[in-house]
Nanobody, 128 residues
Framework: QVQLVESGGGLVQAGGSLRLSCTASGRAFNRNAMGWFRQAPGKEREFVAAIAWNGISTYYADSIKGRATVSRERAESAVYLQMNSLKPEDTAVYYC?????????????????????WGQGTQVTVSS
């Protein structure tokens, strides 16, 4: 069974930092784009950041650009999201995602399909 497991969420004050991690089991994603999405209460899930299969190119939502860095460890099929200068509006459940298609670009992550993979999410709460 394929699983993506997120960790690193929690409660942080505005202006603080968090590092989210996502590790995969059940299959390798070292040739697949991976990334992060989030869903705030009462809102739809939205794209946050992604990294291409080769770890070279990245892609960010405007809302997080300049405050976050996505990275990966291909050998471990792991992806990370370092978030700085956190704001209350960053409060959401953060989900890890991975494309089923190999050699996928970072931009491909904004169009997730039923064949792609999701984690269960980790809560990030930013207090003002």
């Amino acid at each position: 069974q394929v699983q993506l497991v997120e960790s690193g969420g929690g409660l942080v004050q505005a202006g603080g930092s968090l590092r989210l991690s996502c590790t995969a089991s059940g299959r390798a994603f070292n040739r697949n784009a991976m990334g992060w999405f989030r869903q705030a209460p009462g809102k739809e899930r939205e794209f946050v950041a992604a990294i291409a299969w080769n770890g070279i190119s990245t892609y960010y939502a405007d809302s997080i650009k300049g405050r976050a860095t996505v990275s990966r460890e291909r050998a471990e099929s792991a992806v990370y999201l370092q978030m700085n200068s956190l704001k209350p509006e960053d409060t959401a459940v953060y989900y890890c995602g991975a494309k089923a298609r190999e050699y996928s670009t970072a931009q491909a992550m904004i169009d997730m399909t039923p064949d792609d993979y999701w984690g269960q999410g980790t809560q990030v709460t930013v207090s003002s």
